[in-house]
Structures are given as C-alpha cells and as structure tokens.
C-alpha cells in the first residue's frame, strides 16, 4: 500500500479500537442484539437516501451485510454481554487476520508473501500470549462467541474483496440494509416481547452516543474507509493493520474503564505491533492464481482464472 492507504488503515484501526470502550460503555441495561439493531438502523437511515447502490448483485450485499456485519458485530456484541472485556474482546476478533489471510489464499488464490505470512504468525502469537496471560476468568462461551465474530469477520472481509467495489461507503450503507431487520427478530426471540421494551426504556444517553459513535465513526466512516482499502489493495497488506486495535482498545480500557493490562497483555499488544510492521515491510508484485499484477494496478477477480487489471483511481 502507498502512504496515504497507510494513513487511513491506521486511522481506521484507531476508530476500531476506542469502539470497544465505547459498545461496553453504551450497552448498559440495554439487550446486545436490540443494541446494534439500532447501530445498523443509523447507519441505513438517511444514508441510503443519499448514497448510490454500488453495482453488485444482491447476493453479494447479502453476503457482506451477514458476514462483516449481522456475524461479526452479533457475536461480538453477546460476546461482550456475557462477560468478554472490551480490550481482550478487541484483541480476540483480531483472529479476523488469519481467517481472512488463509481464505482469501484458498479462495481468492491471493498468495501472501513471506513477510505478511510472518507477520500474521507474530500477531497470532500475539494474541496467544494476552491470552493465556489473562487466565480463566473470561467465560469460555464469552470466548468462542468471540472467536465465530472473528471468523465471520473474515469471511465478510473476502467477498469484500471479491467484490472489487470502488466506492467503500456504497458498500457499508446497502450491505447494512440486510442488517436490522434479522437482527430485530433474533432480539425478540432471545429476549422476548418484554425484554425487549426493557431494553427500550433502559435506552437512555449514555446508549443514543454509543450509537451515534458506533453508526457515524466505526460503521460509516471506518468500514466505509476499510472496504475502498480492501477494492483496491491485496487482503494481506490492508488488514494486518488491524491488528492496531487491539493496542487501542486496551489502552482506552486501561485509562477510561481503569482496566490495567497486566504484562501478557501488553508484551503480546507489542508483539502485535512487531507483526504488524512486519507484514507490512514485502513490496512484491502480488500474485492472482498464476498472473502477476503490475504495481499500481488492481487485480479484481472476475472468475476461475480469470483476473481483470484496473488502475488505482477506481477505488
């Protein structure tokens, strides 16, 4: 990636981070999946009015908007409910960088180079040491909730990438049209008629901010950013940034919630960071299935075998 792409991955990875602190702050009292029903019906509402449908089928809204948002944020955010702190959930998801890496190989035939394989391996190994520093205490359903947002995560981030789509905002907005109504549902057959307006009447200022932080920053402006990082740039070199987050995340948890890292947590946040510069060193040509892309263009794959070069203006 050039610098500016640098920039705004960095950029992106920072809003990521302080989202955690912010969903633990907001969601008090008020149901996880009734919670983000209202993050993704900001992010919808008035966007869609104002922002063209990119030209992708449906399916492919479809997919983004169960994979990268309905998946990911619905575990995350019962993750979080159950018991998951903010700085380790944060940390947890970034599993997301190995999911994505190894599918968009086997999916995408997007080889990474041995710098991004090593860097992946020095974040993971990252994440490995928060974890077992962090002991027990975290439930392990908290944990596997986590791990599938992750997973779902990745998923969301390939046919992102498939998709090639040049404008990344287009993207957030109509994939999170699928979003709220499924969620609404699930909502009420967790928590029930009554649960749910609880959660209503529990939803006061604390959680209408949370929202407007969660839909306005986190949603639109950093997926809207992540997605056009995605079109024009290999999986590989845009989302090691990621693995930032985390470092953000505990940071903000440490001086806002007083949730002090202990030494595993901030070696293995400095270990992500190592991963991170390191998979960011390579510079070589990337590799679609057995053509090789030209610097400065983007390889968009258009089917099996097929790969179709674009100039970077269009993302």
Known sequence: ???RDSLLAAL???VWGFNFVVIDWGMDGVPPLLFLTARFLLVVF?????VRRPA???TTLVAVGTFM?????????????TGMPPGLAALVLQAQVVFTIVIAAGVLREVPTAAQA???????????VVAVGRGGHVPATALALCLLGAL?????NVVSRAAGVSGGLSLTVWSATVVPLPLLVLALLVEGP????DGVAAFGWEAALSTLYTAGLASLLGYGLFNSLLARNPSAAVVPWVLLAPVVAMTSAWLLLDQSPNAAEAGGGALLVVGVLVALRSRRTPVVGDVAVPSGEQATVTGPGTVACAPPGRG
């Open 56 to 58: 992708v089928p449906w």
């Open 118 to 128: 090593a860097g992946v391996v020095l974040g993971s190994v990252g994440l490995a």
């Open 69 to 81: 948002s309905t998946g990911q944020f619905g575990f995350l955010y019962v993750a979080m409910a």
């Open 152 to 156: 779902s995560w990745g998923i969301g």
């Open 1 to 3: 990636m050039d610098r």
């Open 46 to 50: 008035p966007a869609v009015l104002l």
């Open 12 to 14: 992106v990875a920072a």
């Open 194 to 197: 009554a649960g749910l307006a």
